[in-house]
């Protein structure tokens, strides 16, 4: 690993991939700028970072405190190395059982508030001319499930705003990463769902899935200290793939997404083709 250390900015400290990103920054030296909506989650991570580790109340639905969080930080740290927008919540619910106003907040942080922390982000490390930002996606952006339709959609815009972000960015020597993580024992499920009003009418689609995700808690196979470990890795080594999958599950999901939709290009080829002058 290098022994160049380096700074980073991560959203959503309290728990989760958030935290063990956190942690594992600190253990190999860096200085870790971490945050979560309240300052109490953040009490630990200070104490264990011992003055490399500052804390900071965000709220990234917020763009101006985004904005003047981030230029704090800039200013009291000296750089913004790697930027890890990790910060969200789900939504179970199939498309018609979800309200407006719950779609609407979901988008609101998962898309909206990544898409903050990244516009104000960005005037920082082009000045740098280096800086690395990774987005936190979901399995269900690789390809999605009954039940999980709004958030796996914010999760895809996410994914897509990366793509072109990457090839924007590059010019000015800064990395653009998506990481796919797979089932991980998280919270994420006891704490980090939100919940449509149930209709009957879709018991046997998203209802069936609300009750495997229930029984799959507490027994995900992926560890997120190991996947901690592999980003922080990833980034001492200077890599920057543009997805980065996390866990067998995800490896295993996109290559049968990928079949899939190459099996389904193969029979429309000839027909779709012909659609051209």
Known sequence: MSETSRTWFITGCSSGFGR?????ALLVGDDVIATARRQEDLEMLEHVGAGRCHGLMLDITDADQVSSVLTAAAQFTGKIDVCVNNAGYGLIGAIEECSEEKTRRNFETNFFGTLNVIRAVLPIM???KSGHIINISAA???SNYPGFGVY?????AVESLSESLRAEVQPHGIKVTLVQPGPFRTAFISKGLDHGVKMPEYAGTAGKFATFLNNVEGKQPGDPEKAAELIVQMVHDQLAPQRLPLGKYA???IRDTANQR?????EWADRASNTDF
């Open 20 to 24: 063990s990103i956190a942690e594992a």
């Open 126 to 128: 082009r000045t740098q």
């Open 140 to 142: 269900a952006a690789i």
């Open 152 to 156: 796996g959609a914010a999760k895809a």
């Open 251 to 253: 490896v295993k999901k």
């Open 262 to 266: 190459l099996r389904e290009v193969d």
